[in-house]
């Protein structure tokens, strides 16, 4: 069976990685460029450590900032409606999944105006030009939105989360540079590393994993494992490991599918706001449990990855349960409340089942998914 890989064409990573985001820009040619970010990381003064460098190099921009933390399809429209004003020629993407998924979205319209209702874009689009070049850098550890063919916008009138799956929308280059993430407050950085470990899990054990994608996988576990609490309680070099870790995790997933996990966290998203990586990391272990019979002896591997010893000498049942400990261990240690019962509501379970059955990522699910499964997990987090 033949598989397809699609990378970036550049990405750089480490302290001082933005020292190549002016090189990069005057290579292109690059006229003016647009600023996507959002009003948090305005105030924080975390886009001034990339709009300083422009201004000093009397490199012209414009700025958006009108970006909610699950972005809509009116955040897409105002943002292309801006960067027409504006006359601008490329974007730079500063922020977490909410902002790189806003822009790619905008990008892409603006090359493909045949697209430009935004519904159209869910699931497969059809699009037949490359996105406006997009710089990404992220702010956060978690989504690896900078390396992703996909991107998730809300339909605010359906209340549903629109998953799209676009080759054309890879950003040309990422800057990975650790600094932009120093800022973090220690909830959002331990609910995005959840997020980056939950895709690399999903990743690894996905109907669409091959052995490419399984080295980025388990790679990026074994990182995440190690360096995440250090991550949350502000070590430098362990923010810098996790910056890499979720790159990796992206590099994988991006190229073979996620599964129910996320099926069930776009609606959270959509219907409550619930942050993305909450979502994932609340149910993360319970997925796992229910797809475990599924899975072959890749949670041995997973067990392993997260640092559980002799599991060579564990009984089938011996390392998918200790697997599945780990994995709530590290959700715990980093201050995550795995529950859902201060979020669903119960006349809600019909709508997030539906919800999730319809998602794009359900088809990668290594276990073939029935409603009242999805309904069941929902209920035992209650």
């Known amino acids: 069976m033949d598989y397809r890989i699609i990378l970036n064409p550049t990405s750089y990573h480490g302290y001082g990685a933005l020292n190549n985001l002016v090189p990069e820009i005057k290579k292109q040619g690059f006229k003016k460029g647009i600023i996507f970010s959002d009003k948090v990381l305005f105030e924080v ?33 105002d943002g292309l409606k801006k960067l027409n004003e504006e006359n601008c020629d490329f974007i730079i993407a500063i922020g977490g999944g909410s902002v790189m998924d806003t822009a790619k979205a905008v990008g892409i319209v603006k090359n493909n105006p045949e697209f430009e209702d935004i519904r159209s874009l869910e699931g497969v689009a059809d699009t037949k030009n490359k996105a406006l070049p997009m710089i990404a850098i992220p702010t956060t550890a978690g989504t690896a939105a900078e390396i992703t063919i996909n991107y998730v916008i809300t339909d605010e009138e359906k209340k549903k989360k629109m998953v ?17 993430m120093e800022s973090m407050p220690k909830s ?35 990182m995440i494992a ?7 309680n502000k070590d430098k070099e362990a923010i810098e490991k996790m910056a890499l870790a979720q790159y990796i995790a992206g590099m994988g997933f991006s190229n073979c599918g996620l599964g129910l996990v996320h099926s069930m966290a776009h609606p959270l998203g959509a219907l409550y ?16 449990e229910y797809n475990k019979d599924y899975t072959g002896e890749k949670y041995r591997d997973i067990a392993r990855a997260m640092g559980v ?14 697997c599945l400990k780990a994995v709530k261990d590290l959700a715990n240690e980093v201050g995550i409340e795995l ?6 509501k119960e006349e809600d379970l019909e709508f997030l089942a539906d919800s999730a059955m319809a998602d794009a990522c ?14 069941s997990i929902y209920k035992n987090l209650m």
């Open 339 to 344: 529950s859902l019962k201060d979020i669903v």
């Open 188 to 222: 959002l950085a331990a609910s995005t590393g959840m997020d980056a470990l939950t895709h690399a899990i999903e990743g690894y054990i996905t109907k669409g994993a091959n052995d490419m994608t399984d080295m980025f996988e388990l790679k990026a576990i074994e």
């Open 45 to 77: 003064k975390t886009v001034e450590k990339v709009s300083k460098i422009l201004d000093e190099n009397d490199i012209d921009y414009a700025l958006f900032t009108d970006i909610k933390p699950n972005p809509t399809i009116t955040n897409v429209k």
């Open 226 to 232: 190690k360096y995440l609490p250090k991550a949350v």
């Open 362 to 375: 359900l088809p990668g699910n290594p276990r073939d998914v029935k409603k009242e499964d999805v309904i």
């Open 164 to 180: 799209c799956v676009d080759p054309n929308d890879i950003p040309y280059v990422s800057i990975v540079d650790p600094v932009m």
């Open 273 to 288: 706001s619930t942050p993305h990586g909450v979502a994932n990391a609340i149910l993360l272990a319970d997925v796992m």
């Open 309 to 322: 010893k002799a599991t060579e000498d564990m009984s089938e049942d011996e390392y998918r349960q200790a």
